[in-house]
Each structure stands twice: as structure tokens, then as C-alpha cells.
């Protein structure tokens, strides 16, 4: 058990993170089958269900720096890190381990964001490049000419000109 107020309810804050980050993984993975399939309407679902949470977890945030600071201790990394080492062995070991589940947690969603955010950055050049050449401004058009040699010359006209 907890021995100090401000140490439980720094807890339940951490174990509140915790939760909510699982949670926002699952859609992060969720929308990545999405996005590589372009199932926008899932895409679409996954982030309406993203948003409440990103904000759930910012005001968590908020009350986290708010009780470190009230304890007298720094909103940051160093001010939780020396919170902690204040605290019983008990405590202590109790706030770290959710600590360590949280870290993990939120290193997957941000290795799941950066994944996500490259598939979406690479299906955007995809289609602009496919309006490029649609609208006849392709600048790296290559091909292959009249006589099978590859070839970066073709015609410039737009597509929506020779239909």
C-alpha cells in the first residue's frame, strides 16, 4: 500500500497514462492495417477515436507536473525521477515499475506514429505524383520509347488533353 497521499495519487495518474497509451496503441496499429489497405473510412474512425485520448493524456500530464511541483519538485523527467527517489522503497519501486510500463508504452506509440506517419507521407508523393503526371507536370517522367530504350522523354501534354 501507498504510504503518502500525493505518492497514491501520483500513481493513479501514471496508471491512468498507462491505460489510455494502451489504448491509443491499439488504434495506431489499427490504423496501420488501415492506412496499407486505404480503408479511409476506418482511417477516419481511428482518428476520432485518437483525439479524446491524446487529450485525456495531456490533462493527466498536467496533473502530473501539478503534483510534482506542489511537492516541490520539477514537471519534468529530472523532478519525477528525484519525486520518486523521495518516496519508501515501497513506493518507490510500486511508482517505477507503472513508470517503466508507461515508457515502453509510449515508445511503441511513438514508433507507431513515425511508422504511420511514413505510410501516410509515401501514399501523399504516390497521388501527387499522380496528379502530376495527370495534369502533364510530371518533372521526373521516365518511360520507355518507340524503340524498347529507356527514356526520360514523354510527351508533356496532360493526360486530361489527350483524352
Request: proline residues 2%; aromatic residues 4%.
Amino acid at each position: 500500500m501507498m504510504a503518502t497521499t500525493s505518492s497514491k495519487q501520483l500513481h493513479s495518474i501514471l496508471q491512468a497514462e498507462q491505460h489510455i497509451s494502451a489504448q491509443l496503441l491499439e488504434i495506431m496499429m489499427a490504423e496501420r492495417s488501415a492506412l496499407m489497405e486505404s480503408d479511409i473510412d476506418v482511417i477516419n474512425t481511428m482518428a476520432e477515436k485518437k483525439q479524446p485520448l491524446v487529450l485525456q493524456l495531456e490533462q493527466l500530464g498536467r496533473q502530473r507536473d501539478a503534483l510534482l511541483q506542489a511537492d516541490g519538485f520539477s514537471a519534468d523527467k529530472d523532478g519525477l525521477a528525484a519525486y520518486i527517489d523521495n518516496q519508501t522503497q515501497q513506493d518507490a519501486v510500486a511508482l517505477n515499475t507503472i513508470l517503466g510500463q508507461l515508457k515502453q508504452t509510449a515508445q511503441a506509440c511513438r514508433e507507431n506514429n513515425q511508422i504511420n506517419g511514413g505510410i501516410v507521407n509515401v501514399n501523399r508523393q504516390h497521388i501527387q505524383r499522380a496528379m502530376n503526371i495527370f495534369r502533364g507536370r510530371d518533372m521526373n517522367p521516365s518511360s520507355y520509347g518507340p524503340g524498347g530504350e529507356y527514356t526520360s522523354q514523354v510527351v508533356r501534354q496532360p493526360l486530361l488533353g489527350r483524352v
